[in-house]
């Protein structure tokens, strides 16, 4: 028989629970929409932050978003602009 999985610590964790925090208490900004976005890959199949997992699909009803509306937004946002000028362009963290 298997063992069930214990949920396991990210080590992003902090940072990001900062950033979940504020999207919980902000509007849908280009950049805010990027983050929620990024965050949601990061931690869609993550065995363990079930409040950062939760938080992130609370943000996302409050939006009234699907991921797919998600996603095609952020795609059209990422094509017009760099949303993270200035903000250490190399943010490329997705895991």
């Not at 992003?12 to 979940?20: A, F, K, N, Y």
């Not at 363990?48 to 095609?72: F, H, M, P, S, Y």
Request: hydrophobic residues 35%; positive net charge.
């Amino acid at each position: 028989m298997a063992q069930p999985q214990k949920d396991q610590q990210h080590p992003q964790w902090s940072s990001d629970r900062q950033i979940v925090n504020t999207l919980l208490s902000e509007a849908p900004t280009d950049y805010n929409l990027a983050e929620l976005a990024r965050l949601r890959l990061r931690y869609c199949s993550f065995p363990g932050a079930r409040d950062i997992q939760a938080d992130l699909e609370k943000v996302l009803q409050q939006w009234n978003l699907t991921d797919d509306a998600l996603n095609a937004k952020t795609r059209q946002i990422h094509a017009a602009a760099q949303v993270y000028k200035g903000r250490g362009s190399k943010r490329d963290d997705w895991s």
